[in-house]
């Protein structure tokens, strides 16, 4: 079965700082990868996805992310950080397998500090 | 993001009570979810609706009873819960549910804070 690993349950970080927040998946034949962001007492925001073709993505606020399928990742960067990206971002997953659910990660809190 | 909304946006009930959450979705898609996000755990998918039809039902106890009226409004009936049922809900909507995913985001609503006392 899918599964989603996202290695740091905690990144705190300094304004200006860059960042990369980790996620890994288990391997499958052709996956698609999500990163949502969710602010504080909010839902979930699609950040970025990635479906096929260039595994570079770019998304909303300045992140990207990489699919690196020899390494079943899909890390998240963002070359400088602000205050308002303090939130908890998480990694999602599915596959043709998935019957076109979603798989998600725990999450992690990115702590942005003045 | 306001193509889905939910009320209310916190609740708080006994265990005797009955209670419904309500999902609205103005983006004229056609599949609609239910999931639960407790503290420090995955979100959890709770259930999926397809053109009004239910098509997963992720083995959430009965004391959950969904309802899917049209294709733009979901409601979660609460009754009888325990107070680990505490949790975010979290309603999402896609274009379709079960075809390719790459052409089926989903879009989430802000929650509703369910505490149960």
């Known amino acids: 079965a899918q599964s989603v690993t996202q290695l740091d349950s905690q990144v705190p970080v300094f304004e200006e700082a860059p960042v990369e927040l980790r996620c890994n998946y288990s391997s499958s034949v052709s996956v698609y990868l999500f990163w949502y962001v969710q602010y504080p007492n909010q839902g979930l925001q699609l950040l970025l996805k990635?479906?096929?073709?260039?595994?570079l993505v770019k998304g909303i606020n300045g992140f990207e992310a990489e699919f690196n399928k020899s390494q079943t990742s899909f890390h998240l960067r963002k070359p400088s950080v602000h205050i308002s990206d303090t939130a908890e971002y998480f990694c999602a997953v599915s596959d043709d397998n998935q019957g076109g659910k979603l798989i998600f990660g725990q999450g992690t809190e990115l702590s942005v500090k003045p | 993001e306001t193509g889905v909304t939910q009320t209310p946006r916190h609740l708080v009930m006994g265990m005797t009570n009955k209670k419904s959450l309500k999902c609205e979705q103005h983006l004229g898609h056609n599949a609609m979810y239910w999931y639960k996000q407790s503290a420090k755990k995955p979100l959890e998918l709770m259930f999926v609706?397809?053109?009004?039809?239910?098509?997963e039902n992720n083995s959430v106890p009965s004391r959950f009873s969904p309802e899917c009226p049209n294709s733009s409004h979901l409601f979660l009936h609460l009754h009888t819960l325990q107070p680990e049922d505490s949790a975010l809900y979290l309603c999402?909507?896609?274009?379709?549910?079960?075809?390719?995913?790459?052409?089926?985001?989903?879009?989430f609503g802000p929650g509703t804070r369910l505490t149960v006392l």
């Open positions: 999402a909507s896609s274009r379709n549910h079960g075809g390719s995913l790459g052409t089926d985001t989903q879009y």
């Open positions: 990635y479906l096929s073709g260039s595994t």
């Open positions: 609706y397809n053109f009004k039809e239910q098509t």
